[in-house]
């Protein structure tokens, strides 16, 4: 096992909402391919939209998350009380900041900023881990004072699994664990969705699997006392009859053996796609099991836009506390667009590498 890096505590009072709330979406323009946003796939598969179109039929009725919740609770072996439904993992975050008065919150960085950004929003004060290369998390990191702790699992952008992180859970704290891309790692290795702990809370969502960004569907998984709490402070129906459709559906046995298959296929791509980047020169960060790379060519701030240039769109990475302006993140998709992607990178200056008409495997 990968011994835990270096961390640096801080409370960083230069952050600004436009930062935190930077997302690949904005990296996006007619024409580019897209590696900036990690959302699998361009639209649901064909028989989700059929049962999408199916729900519409139920417009006229205010949505009842009741089934969706059974779905839920089945998928992840809990109580239909420790479940929350919710417009999308983004809202969860918000419900969490507005509910709760924490005394010390913490957020592990780099990572998934909108936690840090609805905290701030709702008056909190934000202490930083800033973990530094490989990016490997220890609990003992965080202060011992923190009574609300959230962290990414796998980590956007580095894709790192943590293990441990059970550790974190103790009566007085509330320990947010994002699994939003769990499901896209093969096994969902070190998931705590299943996990009855003091304080946990996991919050989770189908936009990445299932092609969903537009339609905002997620949900939690708490101790039932939290997710009553976090209820109250939820609008009426903030969760639209299809998404309540879509994770009805998605979590059925069937869908998730099926995502579980594709996720050992972007495992695979991945492993080509970062021994591709390496042979080009490319700083990858190590330990990703997730369908993103984190990246960098050290002397070269200028990579990201140069890749635009060349009708390639990846996601800037300074908006990520602790990263740098050299940093960008790829998604991982299929072949065709790795192969787009590293061709862009000899054409900005970087050195060609050896053939890479190689197999899957990446060998």
């Known amino acids: 096992m990968t011994p835990p890096g270096t961390a640096t505590i ?14 690949g979406d904005a990296e996006l323009a007619p024409g580019l391919l897209d590696l900036a946003v990690n959302v699998r796939g361009d639209a649901p598969p064909p028989w ?58 913490v957020c592990v960085h780099p990572g998934f900023t909108e936690p840090e950004a609805a905290l701030r ?8 881990v800033l973990l530094e290369p490989p990016y490997q998390f220890d609990p003992a990191q965080v202060p011992e004072d923190a009574d609300l702790v959230v962290v990414g699992n796998p980590t956007n952008p580095t894709g790192v699994v943590h293990t441990r992180l059970a550790e ?14 769990m499901d896209a790692v093969p096994g969902e290795p070190e998931s705590l969705a299943a996990a009855r702990l003091p304080g946990l809370v996991v919050v989770r969502s189908l936009t990445k699997t299932w092609a969903l960004a537009g339609l905002r569907v997620g949900y939690l998984l708490a101790e039932p006392s939290v997710v009553e709490r976090l209820r109250e402070a939820q609008p009426l ?14 979590l059925a046995r069937g869908p998730v053996k099926h995502a579980e298959r594709e996720a050992g296929v972007v495992a695979d791509e991945r492993v080509f796609l970062e021994g591709a980047l390496r ?29 635009r240039e060349q009708g390639v769109a990846v996601r800037r990475g300074d908006t990520f506390p602790g990263l740098t302006v050299e940093h960008w993140r790829t998604a991982i998709r299929d072949r065709q667009s790795s192969e787009r992607l590293l061709e862009a990178l000899v054409q900005c200056g970087l050195p060609r590498s050896v053939p890479r008409s190689v197999g899957r495997s990446g060998a």
């Not at 039929?57 to 998350?65: C, E, I, S, W």
């Not at 839920?72 to 975050?93: N, Q, S, W």
């Open 168 to 181: 974190l859970c103790r009566p007085g704290r509330v320990t947010v664990v994002d699994e939003a891309f």
């Open 48 to 105: 989700l939209l059929s049962r999408l179109e199916r729900s519409l039929k139920l417009l006229a009725t205010y949505p009842n998350p009741a089934q969706a919740t059974k779905a839920i609770a089945r998928r992840h072996e809990r109580d239909v009380e420790e479940v929350l439904v919710t417009a999308g993992a983004a809202e969860a975050f918000v419900l969490l900041a507005r509910a709760l008065q924490p005394r010390r919150a």
């Open 10 to 23: 801080t409370t960083d009072e230069g952050a600004t909402e436009e930062g935190l709330r930077h997302h």
């Open 279 to 307: 042979a080009l020169g490319v700083d990858v960060s190590r330990g990703s099991l997730a369908p993103y790379l984190l990246c960098r060519v050290p002397g070269r701030p200028d990579l990201r836009e140069a890749l």
């Open 121 to 128: 929003a709702a008056g909190h004060v934000v202490t930083r």
């Open 237 to 250: 129906w903030s969760v639209s009859t299809p998404a309540l459709a879509a994770l009805d559906a998605c």
